[in-house]
C-alpha cells in the first residue's frame, strides 16, 4: 500500500468518527508531498525527521509537536490494520526548545488602523475581494469572534439583522450555534446588506461574503489580503516573533478586549468566563484560556482587581 491511500483511509475513519480532521489531514498531505507517494514499507526516517524538523532545525516547537501527534496517529492506525511493519518516527520526544507561539492582540489604534487602510489594499486588480466585503470581514472577527472559516461560511439565511444574530453552523466541532451581536456590528452588517443588495438576491444558500466573480471567499484570498493589508497599515511585531499578526488573531483580541472591560467594570469573571466560553463556541474553559494572553494591559486591570480586593474594596466573588 502506498502512503497516500493509507494516509486517505485513516483520515476517512477519523471523519467517520465525527472529526473534521481538516488540519490533521493538511499535515498527512504535506508529509506525502515531502515524503513521496512511495510505498508504505519504504518511509524512512530520515525525511519524516526532516518534515518534523521544517525550516528550524535544532528547535522543537509547537508545530514540531503537532506534526509529531498527528504522524503518531497515523503511525498506531497503519500498524494496527498491517498497512505498515514499523514505525519512522523518533522513538524518544524531546522537549520544546523554542519559545511559545504567543498571538498578537492587536491594540485599539492598530485595529483603526487596518480598518482604514482597507480600501488601498483592495485597490489593486490583483485583489479578489471588494473593499466593503474585506471590511465586513474584519467586523465579524473582531466584533462577533468568528473563526475565520466560520465567517467565511456564513450564508445569506444565516445573518438574521432583524434579531441581531449569526447563525454559525457545522463549526469547528459540527456544531452550529446563534451568535448575538452588538448594535454597532449589526447596523454595520445592515449596511453592507443594503450596499450589496444581499438580501435581494432570493438565494438564501448563497455567500453572505462574495468576491468580485461571485464565488465565495477562500481562505487563501482572505489571508493573502491580509497580508497586504497589514503592509499598508502598518501593523507589525517588533518583538523577534517568527510570525506576523494573523487574521485569526482578530478573534484572540476580541476575547482579550471583553475581559478587560470585564475587569474595569467590576463584572463577575466567574460567571461571565463560561459564558465567553460558549460565545466563542469552545466546550470548556480550557480552550477558552488559549485566547487570553496576558497583555500588559490585562496584567494592570488584574492588579488592579487584586489591589481593590486584598484593601476590602470590592467583593471577592469578582476576583
Not at 468518527?17 to 490533521?24: Q, T, V, Y
Not at 509547537?62 to 496517529?73: C, D
Not at 467586523?139 to 450564508?155: I, P, S
Not at 459540527?174 to 454595520?188: C, E, F, I, Q
Request: charged share 25%.
Amino acid at each position: 500500500m502506498r502512503l497516500s491511500e493509507a494516509v486517505n483511509r485513516y483520515i476517512e475513519h477519523q471523519r467517520a468518527l465525527g472529526m473534521r480532521f481538516n488540519a490533521e489531514g493538511y499535515v498527512l498531505r504535506a508529509l506525502c508531498k515531502a515524503v513521496g507517494d512511495v510505498a508504505m514499507k519504504r518511509v524512512r526516517a530520515e525525511p519524516v525527521a526532516a518534515f518534523l524538523n521544517g525550516t528550524a532545525p535544532g528547535d522543537i516547537t509547537p508545530t514540531w509537536s503537532k506534526k509529531f501527534r498527528v504522524l503518531t496517529g497515523f503511525y498506531r492506525f497503519a500498524l494496527t490494520r498491517g498497512y505498515a511493519k514499523t514505525s519512522p518516527l523518533p522513538k524518544a520526544v524531546p522537549m520544546i526548545t523554542a519559545p511559545e507561539f504567543v498571538p498578537h492582540v492587536y491594540s485599539h489604534s492598530e485595529l483603526k488602523r487596518l480598518l482604514e487602510a482597507v480600501p488601498s489594499a483592495c485597490s489593486s486588480g490583483k485583489v479578489a475581494i471588494d473593499a466593503d466585503v474585506f471590511r465586513v470581514l474584519l467586523l465579524l472577527l473582531y466584533g462577533a469572534g468568528l473563526r475565520l472559516g466560520e465567517a467565511l461560511g456564513l450564508t445569506v439565511a444565516d445573518v438574521d439583522l432583524e434579531q441581531a444574530v449569526l447563525c454559525v453552523r457545522q463549526s469547528k466541532f459540527y456544531k452550529t450555534r446563534l451568535v448575538p451581536v452588538g448594535a454597532d456590528l449589526n447596523s454595520a452588517l445592515g449596511e453592507y446588506v443594503s450596499r450589496r443588495r444581499v438580501d435581494c438576491l432570493g438565494e438564501p444558500d448563497a455567500p453572505f461574503l462574495r468576491l468580485r466573480n461571485g464565488d465565495r471567499v477562500s481562505q487563501s484570498v482572505a489571508r493573502s489580503a491580509f497580508r497586504r493589508l497589514r503592509a499598508l497599515a502598518g501593523v507589525l511585531r517588533n518583538d523577534h516573533s517568527r510570525y506576523q499578526p494573523r487574521l485569526h488573531d482578530l478573534r484572540h483580541t476580541a476575547a482579550v478586549h471583553r475581559l478587560i472591560a470585564w475587569y474595569r467594570g467590576g463584572e463577575n469573571l466567574q460567571t461571565l468566563l463560561p459564558r465567553l466560553a460558549t460565545y466563542l463556541g469552545h466546550g470548556n474553559l480550557a480552550a477558552t484560556q488559549r485566547y487570553l494572553t496576558l497583555t500588559p494591559e490585562l496584567r494592570r486591570e488584574a492588579s488592579l482587581r487584586f489591589e481593590r480586593y486584598a484593601l476590602g474594596t470590592t467583593s471577592g466573588d469578582q476576583s
